[in-house]
Every structure is written in structure tokens, then in C-alpha cells.
């Protein structure tokens, strides 16, 4: 995860977190990083001019003061219900953190009697959340795909055979209910299809991609499109 998304997460979290914030070892286990690493965050955070506050001690942490940050949103129930049952449907899509975020600020904002609907609605709707990997994970390949970087991972094939690849990431894709990182693997020299949920230990490297394109993947379905269609 980019250091600018962090440091969104950390401010989402500690907005919702109400009185009793939140510790920097919790923060630093969440976010996978070092507390000294979660300190300078939230150093950054309060001179960008966040309503942080701090309490020491037993029982202290860091939180935020109560506030909005959007304006009031018009939505029905229902419609706060649909987003929220997309998002956690496809809790291990790309960037499904930051749609879970996203969802939360908006349903924050709701005026109290459609926000407590929509609650109640929400309670009516059950989804069986997949396994994912690790939030560095996830982060690290989200990253290298927008900033078009070789990833670096540990992967395991469906025969248990374990790899190291270097990969330039193309697309992802979703099919059968999975999720792939479809990339130009180095070591096989061919583009690949990467089931997800086996990826472990990505890191984004400093290689920029040689611009291989969505074309060199091949024929989409014709069941499949792009996610802004």
C-alpha cells in the first residue's frame, strides 16, 4: 500500500474508531508496518491538518474527532445496501479495501433515519467472504498494476510447486469466482494467469514495465468486459 493510501486508511479508521481509538501497535499490525513507521504517519497526518488526538497511558491511542468528511449524501436504503453487498461480495477484488472505505464514509454521511435502514437492511444480507492474502500483498500487487512496475512474488501452483516470479502485471481478471493477476511472467517468458489467493510475499520492484499490452492476453469472453462498461 502507497504511503498516500495508508495514510487515508489510518485516518478512516481512526474517524470510525469514535472514543476509543486506536493503539499505534494496533494500527501497525493492521497496516503490516513498524509503529515508528505508524508514528511518522500520524505525524503527517496531523500537520495536513487532521482533528487527531491522543490519549497516554494504559487504555490510550490515537483517534479522531468527530466530523464528516463528505457532505451530506442522498441515498435510499436500498441503494446504500446494494453498494455495501457489491463491496463485500468482493472483498478479495482489487482496490477492495479501498472500496470498503469508500462505502463506509458514504453510509457515515447518511442522515441517522436512513443510515439506521440501511443498517438493519444490511443484517438481512449474508455473503461468504473468500479467502485473500495479506494486506501487504494485496497492496503490493495493486501498486506495481497502477504504477505499471514488476512485481516480485512467491507462488504456488495448484500442483504445490513453489516459484519466485518476476512479473510486469497486465490485467486482473475474475473468473469462476476467483480472482487473477494476468502479467507477463519473466521466467517463463509468456504472458500468465496468477490465481491471487496464492500469491505470497509480492514486493513492487523499481523496473518499470516494458508496455506489454491488454491485447498480447488474448480474446476476452464474451460474457467479460471491463469494469467501467
Not at 504504477?147 to 481478471?173: N, S
Amino acid at each position: 500500500m502507497r504511503r498516500a493510501e495508508r495514510l487515508h486508511a489510518i485516518s478512516e479508521m481512526l474517524r470510525r474508531s469514535g472514543t476509543r481509538g486506536r493503539t499505534a501497535s494496533w494500527l501497525a499490525s493492521e497496516f503490516e508496518v513498524s509503529e515508528r513507521t505508524i508514528k511518522r504517519d500520524l505525524d503527517a497526518l496531523e500537520r495536513s491538518g487532521a482533528p487527531l488526538w491522543s490519549r497516554p497511558g494504559p487504555g490510550g491511542g490515537y483517534g479522531m474527532l468527530a466530523g464528516s468528511s463528505l457532505p451530506p449524501v442522498t441515498l435510499s436504503p436500498a441503494q446504500a445496501v446494494a453498494l455495501m453487498s457489491a463491496v463485500a461480495a468482493a472483498s478479495d477484488a482489487p482496490f477492495s479495501d479501498l472500496a470498503a472505505a469508500g462505502i463506509r464514509k458514504i453510509v457515515d454521511v447518511l442522515d441517522p433515519v436512513t443510515r439506521a435502514r440501511a443498517t438493519d437492511l444490511a443484517g438481512r444480507v449474508w455473503v461468504d467472504r473468500p479467502p485473500r492474502p495479506s494486506r501487504a500483498t494485496r497492496s503490493a500487487i495493486e501498486e506495481a498494476m497502477a504504477e505499471q512496475r514488476v512485481v516480485r512474488f512467491r507462488y504456488t501452483a495448484g500442483d504445490g510447486a513453489t516459484t519466485t516470479r518476476d512479473v510486469e502485471p497486465i490485467l486482473f481478471a475474475s473468473r469462476d469466482g476467483r480472482w487473477y493477476l494476468v502479467g507477463w511472467c519473466l521466467l517463463r517468458d509468456a504472458v500468465r494467469w496468477f490465481t491471487i489467493s496464492r500469491i505470497e510475499n509480492a514486493r513492487v520492484t523499481r523496473t518499470p514495465c516494458s508496455g506489454r499490452s491488454i491485447a498480447e492476453v488474448g480474446e476476452p469472453p464474451e460474457t467479460a468486459s471491463s469494469v467501467h462498461a
